[in-house]
Structure formats: C-alpha cells, structure tokens
C-alpha cells in the first residue's frame, strides 16, 4: 500500500474537462494530485473532510501587470492567495519600461518569495513604439538570455502593429525567440478590425485581452484567439462582453484583471471577482470557473496546473458558496496556506530625473479651438473632442466651466528636458491637481490641475519621493503615496499601501466631484499612443488614428 501526504474526501470536485461537479475523492502527494476516485492501494497521512464543499481548480490571471496593483510581487500575492489566485501570467512591461532587464530580474527575484506561481512574459515593446521616450529599451538580443529563468514563460502582449504588419526585423525575432523556447506571444488587438486581427495570427500570436464588445470577442474567436475578458480597475469589460460567452465557444475564454490597483484587489477581489459577475451574468458557475482555471492554462501552454485531475498540481480552492464565490481555504502545491511573512526584496535605484520648472507650464495659443482629450470614464481609449475653450491673454490655464484641464507629460529617465502640454476633460478637479511617475508605458510623470501652482507642487512632491501620486491644492500638498520601487510600485507592506492609496484617494476627493472613475489609473492610461484615440506624452499630442502628432490648436 502507498503512503501519500493527504486524501481529501467527500467534495464536489469540478471536472474541467466535462465541466461538471463530481463527488470525487483526490489524493495528493508532494504537491500533486496522484489519484483521483477510491483507491484501495493508497493511504493518506492526512485526511481532509470537504462535506458540504465545491473544489475548484486554483485561479488564473491570464494577463496582469503586477505594477498596476502598486505593490510588490511578493506584497500582491498575499492579497490573491486569499482570493483564490494561485498562478499568474504577468507581464513586467512597466518596469522593464523603466529599467530594462534589471527590472524585470528585480520582480523575478522578488516573486520567488511567495507560493503563488508567477509565469513572466518578457514585455515585447519596450518603448512601446519607437518614439517613446522610456527609461529603457529592450530588443530581441536583449530579452533572448531571459529565457533562461524557469519563470519566463513567453512573449507579452504585442501592441505594435504596424511593425507586425511590416514584418519589423526586431518584433519578428522577439516572437520567433518566444516560439522556438517553446513558449508563445500574446496579443494586444485594441481597436483593430478582423483584418488585422488575421495579420496579427499569420505570425503566430494566439491571445488577445483587449475586446470590449461581444462583436469583438465573436471577431477574436473567429479568427482562433483564446480571448481574455478583462476587469480591472479603469478596464471594466465583463459586462459588455460576457454575452458573447456561449457552452460551444467557452473552451477558448478566461479571465484576466490586466491593471488593478491594490485597494480593489483585497476588497472587490481579483479573478474571483470575474467569476462572480461571469455567473450573475448567466454563465453556468462550471463554466466560470473551468474559464478561470483550465482554460487560461491551455491558452499559455501551462500543462501541470489548471485542473484537478491525476498528474496537475494540487492548487485547490475550496468554496462553501458557489456563486458568491465563497472562499473557505486555498491549497497551493498540497498545502494548505496560511499567512506569510515576507518584505519587497530591497530596491535603492533612484528613477525620476528632470529638472522641469513652474515657467514651463505656460501655455500660450493662437487659437482657442482645440483638440482636447475626453475620458471614457471605467476605459482606457478616450474621445477626442474638438471645442473653443477659455483663454487669458493669449494663455490656457482651465477651463473649469467646460472641465477642461492643463495636463502636461515630463520625461523623467534621462533628463532629456522633453515635456508635452495638452487639454483633458473629465475630472472634475474644481481646485487642485494630481500627478503621479505611473505613465503607460513609458511611465513617464504626468499630471493635470487647475492652476499651474498646485500643478507644479504636486510634480515637485512626487520628484522628492523618488516617484508617487501626489494631490495638491492652492501649492500644497494634501497627499502623498510614495512608489519608491521605480515611481511604479510602494515598497512598503500592502496594508500599508492601501492605507497611502486610501489618502490619497481621500484628497482626490476633497479637490474633485469625480466619483465615477479612478482617477490615478485613468490619469496614467491617458499617455499611452498605442490606444485610441488620442494621448498626450513628454513629445506632445498624439492621435491614434492618424499616427501622428498634432497641434493642441484644431485646424
């Protein structure tokens, strides 16, 4: 007779491959599952009783910048644990934005402090087009020795699409480097039509996470993506796409939360937030978590985990609440887990350098009709919006009555003295600003305010900390969350951290009638040119459509 470490008795396991609750018994030895039904041949050491309990497979982020979540990889894993996450896919593109492949070893080195399973894929455009100003920039020749870390998992989301569509030399050999490790790239189709959807696939590229329609993810489907529906923070896309989910296509959906701040994280939940929105939504709850679970392991090629079935690891959630999601323990690799102490692993590199001055937020026109940036509140693309707007002698300082704002873009890698002025509307900030070294994705600093005073103060602030969010008023500063680890992430415990975003928040509060939308994810989302429609970075502005730059003034 076989000795084996436990047998767990008595629950509902779900059978990912029939999408169905069976009561099975698993028997588990050095973290896998070696038996599955009665077995005469084995005896456990330990029993586990799970009357009256489902069993799931552990959760899977199939996309998500740990950045976004503000905290460190080994601080974030403490918060999804406890929500049932036992494996991501995360792509450390800020970071490597900021400092290259010592950044991306820095969050390699840190995550292999904690249980959860941390699959790296090596971020494929680093800047994300050629004209960023980023902290660093990455080639294939440069990410190809990366794949000797076991965590590295393939390559990240590729969001340039003209270099795909002109078979770029270097995006090539990133995608053919990740296809003959064994590995795959992942997709980034915002805004793209089925056409390029299929140039994008005639390359190998297999995934995609950026549908916010049901049309979108039938479009992805059709054309042999897996497909990630995505909520996180600002990107909230399970509503609008969920209805396209159906028993026939399920096999090729998951879940991912891509950005997603820390606060929202430990309260409102990660992918078993999904879970729960997919099932009030109609899914069948066998088919939410077989999505969650299975399905984003078959789409990165994670062939161990994903299912609870004879030779898969035994990462297991246990539910007392099916469609509430109800978690009552999480077993990662056999073990039941428990709290966990660990720190951030040390970082002393310092990251934001300019030398910007209260003169050069002067903003002198010849006309007052613009074109102005328009949030799309909970989205990343914006409107843009052509208007006549106030100005003063000649200058824009805000618009308050229209809620158009000054917003400006610094480079702050390389003091290479570049910075962009640009038009927002829709924050609501009455009196005061914001600024923050978080910037996708080449994370330059950006800010946005009422008055130039309280614009600089606020860019000052963040300058001193070595990275950070700021809110000002009247030139002084109201709050302020330190991102000491490359201006994108707290180096300080997640509670903590949750405490500095809370105030922050707070302050946000106090200068603005915004209670729609994050403002912080939004405010760094709105730098980004590979998104629609148009974007502000230290170079100016940015539209989308015509890939190019253009005036603040409309013609």
Same mark, same amino acid.
């Given at each position: 007779?076989?000795?084996?470490?436990?047998?767990?008795?008595?629950?509902?396991?779900?059978?990912?491959?029939?999408?169905?609750?069976?009561?099975q018994?698993?028997?588990i030895?050095?973290?896998?599952?070696?038996?599955?039904?009665d077995?005469?041949?084995?005896?456990?050491?330990?029993?586990?009783?799970?009357?009256?309990?489902?069993?799931?497979?552990?959760?899977i982020?199939?996309?998500?910048h740990?950045e976004?979540a503000?905290?460190?990889?080994?601080?974030?894993?403490k918060?999804?644990?406890?929500?049932?996450v036992?494996t991501?896919?995360?792509?450390?593109?800020?970071i490597?934005?900021? *400092?290259g492949?010592?950044g991306?070893?820095?969050? !390699?080195?840190d995550?292999?402090?904690?249980?959860?399973?941390?699959k790296?894929?090596?971020?494929?455009s @680093?800047?994300?087009?050629?004209? &960023?100003?980023?902290?660093a920039v990455?080639? +294939?020749?440069d990410?190809?020795?990366?794949?000797?870390?076991?965590?590295?998992?393939? $390559?990240?989301?590729?969001?340039?699409?003209?270099?795909?569509?002109?078979?770029?030399?270097?995006i090539?050999?990133?995608?053919?480097?990740?296809?003959?490790a064994?590995?795959?790239a992942?997709?980034?189709?915002?805004?793209?039509?089925?056409?390029?959807?299929?140039?994008?696939?005639?390359?190998?590229?297999?995934?995609?996470?950026?549908?916010?329609?049901?049309?979108? @993810?039938?479009?992805?489907?059709?054309?042999?993506?897996?497909?990630?529906?995505?909520?996180?923070?600002?990107?909230?896309?399970?509503?609008n796409?969920?209805g396209?989910?159906?028993?026939?296509?399920?096999?090729?959906?998951?879940?991912?939360?891509? &950005?997603k701040?820390?606060?929202?994280?430990?309260?409102?939940?990660?992918?078993?937030?999904?879970?729960?929105?997919? !099932?009030?939504?109609?899914?069948?709850?066998?088919?939410?978590?077989?999505?969650?679970?299975?399905? +984003?392991?078959? +789409?990165h090629?994670?062939?161990?985990t994903?299912?609870?079935?004879t030779?898969?690891?035994?990462?297991?959630?246990?539910?007392d609440?099916?469609?509430?999601?109800? !978690?009552?323990?999480?077993?990662?690799?056999?073990?039941?887990?428990?709290?966990?102490?660990t720190?951030?692993?040390?970082f002393s590199?310092?990251t934001v350098?300019?030398?910007?001055?209260?003169?050069? $937020?002067?903003?002198?026109?010849?006309?007052?009709?613009?074109?102005?940036i328009?949030?799309?509140?909970?989205?990343?693309?914006?409107?843009?919006?052509?208007?006549?707007?106030?100005?003063?002698?000649?200058?824009?300082?805000s618009d308050?009555?229209?809620?158009i704002?000054? *917003?400006?873009?610094?480079?702050?890698?390389?003091?290479?003295?570049?910075?962009?002025?640009?038009?927002?509307?829709?924050?609501?900030i009455?009196?005061?600003a914001?600024?923050?070294t @978080?910037?996708?994705?080449?994370?330059?600093l950006v800010?946005?305010?009422?008055d130039?005073?309280?614009?600089?103060?606020?860019?000052?602030?963040?300058?001193?900390?070595?990275?950070?969010?700021?809110?000002?008023?009247?030139?002084?500063?109201?709050? *302020?969350?330190?991102?000491k680890?490359?201006?994108?992430?707290?180096a300080?415990?997640?509670q903590?951290?949750?405490?500095?975003?809370?105030?922050?928040?707070q302050?946000?509060?106090?200068?603005?009638?915004?209670? @729609?939308? &994050?403002?912080f994810?939004?405010?760094?989302?709105?730098?980004?040119?590979?998104?629609?429609?148009?974007?502000?970075?230290?170079?100016?502005?940015?539209?989308?459509?015509?890939?190019?730059f253009?005036?603040?003034?409309?013609?």
């Amino acid at each position: 007779m076989g000795l084996v470490d436990t047998c767990i008795q008595n629950g509902l396991v779900l059978n990912v491959f029939t999408r169905e609750f069976e009561l099975q018994t698993l028997w588990i030895n050095k973290g896998k599952i070696v038996s599955v039904g009665d077995n005469d041949n084995l005896k456990a050491q330990r029993i586990i009783d799970a009357s009256n309990q489902y069993l799931v497979p552990g959760f899977i982020d199939a996309h998500v910048h740990i950045e976004s979540a503000m905290v460190s990889p080994s601080e974030l894993a403490k918060v999804l644990l406890k929500h049932g996450v036992t494996t991501i896919v995360t792509d450390p593109h800020e970071i490597g934005n900021v *400092m290259g492949n010592k950044g991306i070893e820095y969050m !390699i080195e840190d995550a292999r402090q904690t249980p959860l399973d941390v699959k790296v894929m090596l971020p494929s455009s @680093v800047p994300c087009v050629p004209f &960023d100003h980023s902290g660093a920039v990455l080639n +294939a020749v440069d990410l190809k020795p990366l794949y000797r870390y076991p965590e590295v998992n393939g $390559l990240a989301e590729v969001m340039d699409f003209p270099a795909v569509a002109s078979q770029s030399h270097e995006i090539m050999q990133k995608i053919k480097d990740a296809q003959e490790a064994g590995y795959h790239a992942d997709g980034h189709g915002a805004g793209l039509t089925p056409e390029q959807l299929d140039t994008y696939r005639q390359v190998g590229i297999d995934t995609d996470h950026e549908a916010t329609s049901v049309q979108e @993810v039938k479009d992805r489907l059709s054309a042999g993506y897996y497909v990630f529906l995505r909520e996180g923070t600002v990107e909230r896309d399970i509503e609008n796409t969920i209805g396209a989910v159906t028993e026939s296509n399920a096999q090729r959906l998951a879940f991912c939360t891509d &950005d997603k701040l820390i606060t929202d994280l430990d309260r409102e939940g990660s992918i078993d937030y999904c879970i729960q929105l997919a !099932i009030k939504h109609g899914v069948r709850p066998e088919t939410a978590f077989t999505m969650a679970s299975f399905n +984003a392991a078959n +789409a990165h090629k994670l062939n161990q985990t994903g299912a609870l079935a004879t030779g898969y690891q035994a990462d297991i959630v246990f539910l007392d609440n099916l469609k509430e999601v109800t !978690i009552d323990k999480v077993m990662k690799n056999g073990e039941i887990l428990s709290e966990f102490t660990t720190q951030p692993a040390r970082f002393s590199e310092s990251t934001v350098h300019h030398d910007f001055k209260l003169e050069d $937020l002067k903003m002198p026109l010849s006309s007052n009709y613009c074109n102005v940036i328009q949030i799309q509140p909970n989205h990343i693309v914006t409107d843009h919006l052509q208007t006549h707007v106030k100005l003063d002698n000649g200058q824009f300082n805000s618009d308050i009555d229209q809620d158009i704002l000054k *917003m400006v873009v610094i480079e702050r890698h390389h003091n290479l003295g570049t910075y962009g002025l640009g038009l927002v509307k829709g924050f609501d900030i009455q009196n005061g600003a914001v600024a923050i070294t @978080v910037a996708h994705d080449s994370h330059n600093l950006v800010a946005v305010g009422t008055d130039d005073s309280s614009i600089n103060e606020a860019i000052q602030a963040v300058t001193k900390s070595g990275g950070g969010i700021a809110v000002t008023q009247n030139g002084k500063v109201l709050a *302020m969350m330190p991102l000491k680890i490359a201006g994108l992430m707290s180096a300080k415990s997640y509670q903590e951290a949750q405490k500095d975003l809370d105030l922050v928040n707070q302050a946000y509060q106090k200068i603005s009638t915004n209670r @729609v939308f &994050d403002p912080f994810i939004t405010l760094s989302f709105l730098t980004l040119p590979v998104i629609p429609s148009i974007k502000l970075t230290d170079q100016g502005l940015y539209d989308f459509n015509q890939q190019d730059f253009i005036s603040v003034e409309a013609k």
